[in-house]
């Protein structure tokens, strides 16, 4: 059974920072590309940070390009987004996410999602 377990969020004022982390359990984690997603109520998901299974290539939304980061430790089955320089809009619900499609950011070429955890960024 596969399971995804995000954690690391929580209220933060803006102009913060907060590291968000995934760890996997039930499948090859070095074998999967790794993406976070967020969610507000309302709207569909979007795709935030992607990196591939070596860590060779990542890839961000525009809206965060400079301020998030994300990394993996393939040893311990974790990927993380660092996230600096929070603003009021990046509240959200941010979900980790597992794809066997390099340079994946569409919700339909992930394979399996975690829970979700929330970020709240204050003004």
Request: glycine share 10%.
């Amino acid at each position: 059974q596969v399971q995804l377990v995000e954690s690391g969020g929580g209220l933060v004022q803006a102009g913060g920072s907060l590291r968000l982390s995934c760890t996997a359990s039930g499948l090859t984690f070095s074998g999967y590309n790794m993406g976070w997603f967020r969610q507000v109520p309302g709207k569909e998901r979007e795709f935030v940070a992607h990196i591939t299974w070596s860590s060779i290539t990542t890839n961000y939304a525009d809206s965060v390009k400079g301020r998030f980061t994300i990394s993996r430790d393939n040893a311990k089955n974790t990927v993380f987004l660092q996230m600096n320089n929070l603003k009021p809009e990046d509240t959200a619900v941010y979900y980790c996410a597992a794809s066997q499609i390099r340079f994946a950011k569409i919700v339909s070429q992930y394979n399996y999602w975690g829970q979700g955890t929330q970020v709240t960024v204050s003004s």
